[in-house]
């Protein structure tokens, strides 16, 4: 299995830039994609393929990474992103990360 | 607009089958695509299951694979999951998805809570 791993929680005033990383036990090329998960709903799909923005996503969500390293950026962050973030590859099956929890203060 | 649905017991007793349907609206399951299965542990771990294609070839998580079916039905574009044997271990909540080339899962169901308990 191709491992993600996430750092489990995050704490950010609005206005500010968060960065939320992502990194793969072996590379997965670009075959990366982000989720937004808030409680009660289902997962909503953010950026696809590492760093291209799905369609209606406010441009403050921006995507970077290759290989091994991926990272999702927030700029600036809103109350409403206060959420639970997933990475998940599709290089090797599909994997998730375990999800970092972003709080807004 | 595609939506997904899903529907099914929420309770299921250890050792029997968990059944769980996804319906679906706004694309055709055999126009194109996977049809996947994902779940949700309490404690946010989530899990890629299986899917099934828009020609109906199915591939399975090789952690399920000995537990696992998804078949569909094309004239109600419903597609479905069968999971033999579960324990308590199997409790979630069951998501479906639709997913794009690429890996990308694009569209989601609700998801339906499962807990298996006796």
């Known amino acids: 299995d191709t491992v993600l791993t996430q750092s489990p929680a995050l704490a950010v005033s609005p206005g500010e830039r968060v960065t939320i990383s992502c990194r793969a036990s072996?590379?997965?090329?670009?075959?990366m994609h982000w989720y937004q998960q808030k409680p009660g709903q289902q997962p909503k799909l953010l950026i696809y393929l590492a760093s291209h923005l799905e369609s209606g996503v406010p441009a403050r969500f921006s995507g970077s990474g290759s290989g091994t390293d991926f990272t999702l950026t927030i700029d600036p962050v809103e109350a409403d992103d206060t959420a639970t973030y997933y990475c998940q590859q599709s290089w090797n099956d599909f994997t998730f990360g375990s999800g970092t929890k972003l709080e807004i203060k | 607009e595609i939506q997904l649905q899903e529907s099914g017991p929420g309770l299921v007793k250890p050792s029997q089958s968990l059944s769980l349907t996804c319906s679906v609206t706004?694309?055709?399951?055999?126009?194109?695509?996977?049809w996947s299965w994902i779940r949700k542990f309490p404690g946010n771990k989530m899990e890629w299951m299986g899917y099934i294609s828009y020609s109906g070839s199915t591939n399975y998580n090789p952690s399920l694979k000995s537990r696992i079916s998804i078949t569909r039905d094309t004239s109600k574009n419903q597609f479905f999951l069968q999971l033999n044997s579960v324990t308590t271990e199997d409790t979630a909540t069951y998501y479906c998805?639709?997913?794009?080339?690429?890996?990308?899962?694009?569209?989601w169901g609700q998801g339906a809570s499962v807990t298996v308990s006796s």
């Open positions: 706004g694309y055709t399951i055999t126009s194109g695509y996977d």
């Open positions: 072996e590379s997965v090329s670009t075959l």
């Open positions: 998805a639709r997913e794009l080339p690429g890996g990308v899962m694009d569209a």
